[in-house]
């Protein structure tokens, strides 16, 4: 069974950077590739980035890419997304979840993600 818990979301003005976190409970949490994805109100949800197994590749979502950088602390079972330069645009409950293949890498499709946590709302004002 594994579980996946976000944090560091909350309300930051345009330009402003957050931190969000995802700690991970269950077995093999290194072996896994790990995404992070997001949904506004109204919309469905979209690809933000992705990290591979050993944290040696990452991908990002045109819209976020080289202001957000996804990484990972295998030894704390935790996945991060700094986000920097947010945009009101940014709004949305973000998601983390876990690749659902063994030493799996980045991938932007949900469907190859099996567990998701519960999210946490990140806010960007104009």
């Known amino acids: 069974q594994v579980q996946l818990a976000e944090s560091g979301g909350g309300l930051v003005q345009a330009g402003g950077s957050l931190r969000l976190s995802c700690a991970a409970s269950g077995r093999t949490f290194s072996n896994y590739g790990m995404g992070w994805f997001r949904q506004a109100p109204g919309k469905e949800r979209e690809f933000v980035a992705a990290?591979?197994?050993?944290?040696?590749?990452?991908y990002y979502a045109d819209s976020v890419k080289g202001r957000f950088g996804i990484s990972r602390e295998n030894a704390k079972n935790t996945v991060y997304l700094q986000m920097n330069s947010l945009k009101p645009e940014d709004t949305a409950v973000y998601y983390c979840?876990?690749?659902?293949?063994?030493?799996?890498?980045?991938?932007?499709?949900?469907?190859?993600?099996?567990?998701w946590g519960q999210g946490t709302q990140v806010t960007v004002s104009s």
């Open positions: 979840a876990k690749n659902r293949r063994y030493n799996s890498g980045t991938s932007y499709d949900g469907n190859e993600y099996g567990y």
């Open positions: 990290i591979n197994w050993s944290g040696s590749s990452t």
